[in-house]
């Protein structure tokens, strides 16, 4: 097993506290604005191109993944790819059930600001955090994350993930193609 171990103290609250509301404000527009490339630009550019989700959902979300490249001494690139690119299509699929980018901004946001403000792993954008696991084996905790993912992908894809179709419009998360209103 990955014994993660207990999270030490990264900085004093007092400081932390003075950081936290510009971090989250700034981690809102960074969501936001990838969200927008990713999951409305890019996708809706592609979906109204083919009606096939290997091209519109796949496609950005692989990019995204991408994005997330740094060459990492330890091996870990190809997890840490898989994982952001399956967190794309998670957030394709909200789009897609939802008809709505808000879904895919919310968990984009929550997603990012904990990892930039709550906890971090050694090795892994430190600094902003209160609390750091040390001396992690960044590769196991990776392949445990992608894992976790994927189990939450294929949940949101099963019929259970209906839950999220956007009452106000039906039709939405039945069509083959996405349709997403900006605008709530």
Same mark, same amino acid.
């Given at each position: 097993?990955?014994?993660?171990? &207990?999270?030490? /103290?990264?900085?004093?609250?007092? $400081?932390?506290?003075?950081?936290?509301?510009?971090?989250?404000?700034?981690?809102?527009?960074?969501?936001?604005?990838?969200?927008?490339?990713?999951?409305?630009?890019? %996708?809706?550019? %592609?979906?109204?191109?083919?009606?096939?989700?290997?091209?519109?959902?796949?496609?950005?979300?692989?990019?995204?993944?991408?994005? *997330?490249?740094?060459?990492?001494?330890?091996?870990?690139?190809?997890?840490?790819?898989?994982?952001?690119?399956?967190m794309g299509l998670i957030f394709c699929t909200l789009v897609w059930r939802s008809? #709505?980018?808000? /879904?895919?901004?919310?968990? *984009?946001?929550? &997603? !990012?600001?904990?990892? %930039? $403000?709550?906890?971090?792993?050694? =090795? #892994?954008?430190? =600094? $902003?955090?209160?609390?750091?696991?040390?001396?992690?084996?960044?590769? #196991?905790?990776?392949?445990?994350?992608?894992?976790?993912?994927v189990v939450i992908l294929i949940a949101l894809l099963s019929p259970l993930g209906?839950?999220? !179709?956007?009452?106000?419009?039906?039709?939405?998360?039945? !069509? &083959?193609?996405? &349709?997403?209103?900006?605008s709530s």
């Amino acid at each position: 097993g990955m014994g993660l171990g &207990t999270p030490e /103290p990264l900085m004093p609250f007092s $400081t932390w506290i003075l950081w936290v509301g510009p971090i989250l404000v700034l981690v809102f527009f960074q969501a936001t604005a990838e969200e927008l490339i990713f999951r409305g630009y890019l %996708l809706q550019q %592609l979906a109204v191109r083919s009606p096939y989700w290997i091209v519109w959902a796949v496609i950005p979300s692989v990019l995204f993944g991408m994005l *997330h490249f740094g060459d990492r001494p330890d091996g870990s690139d190809i997890y840490y790819i898989g994982v952001t690119a399956v967190m794309g299509l998670i957030f394709c699929t909200l789009v897609w059930r939802s008809g #709505s980018l808000w /879904p895919a901004i919310g968990l *984009h946001v929550v &997603t !990012n600001a904990y990892a %930039l $403000t709550i906890v971090t792993v050694d =090795g #892994s954008l430190v =600094g $902003t955090q209160l609390w750091v696991f040390q001396k992690v084996d960044f590769v #196991s905790a990776l392949q445990m994350q992608l894992g976790v993912l994927v189990v939450i992908l294929i949940a949101l894809l099963s019929p259970l993930g209906r839950i999220y !179709n956007a009452p106000v419009r039906p039709e939405a998360g039945r !069509n &083959t193609r996405p &349709t997403v209103e900006v605008s709530s």
